[in-house]
């Protein structure tokens, strides 16, 4: 069974940093995409990075490009997203996802998700 767990999350304020990690376990995901992606408060679910397994390929939502950097650790089988200059409108609940059939950055393509961890900037 595919396990996809988030931990890094807290509160910061504005200005601050924080890493997000995800573990992926049950498969390994050496060739496919991992995806971050966030929900606020009243909004919809909406992607903010992605990162294939194999060549390392990054992309980003444009809100995020500079301040945001995804990596991974193929030997921990692992996703980190690196938070810089956190402003307020980046507080979400931020979701770790897997192997999407389709797009890298549509919602309802990937596969397999983990349970989010809450992410909050004071201003």
């Known amino acids: 069974q595919v396990q996809l767990v988030e931990s890094g999350g807290g509160l910061v304020q504005a200005g601050g940093s924080l890493r997000l990690s995800c573990a992926a376990s049950?498969?390994?995901?050496?060739?496919?995409?991992m995806g971050w992606f966030r929900q606020a408060p009243g909004k919809e679910r909406e992607f903010v990075a992605a990162?294939?397994?194999?060549?390392?390929?990054?992309y980003y939502t444009s809100s995020v490009k500079g301040r945001f950097t995804i990596s991974r650790d193929n030997a921990k089988n692992t996703v980190y997203l690196q938070m810089n200059s956190l402003k307020p409108e980046d507080t979400a609940v931020y979701y770790c996802?897997?192997?999407?059939?389709?797009?890298?950055?549509?919602?309802?393509?990937?596969?397999?998700w983990g349970q989010g961890t809450q992410v909050t900037v004071s201003s």
């Open positions: 990162i294939t397994w194999s060549s390392g390929n990054t």
């Open positions: 996802a897997a192997d999407p059939q389709g797009s890298y950055n549509r919602l309802y393509d990937y596969n397999y």
């Open positions: 049950g498969r390994t995901f050496s060739t496919s995409t």
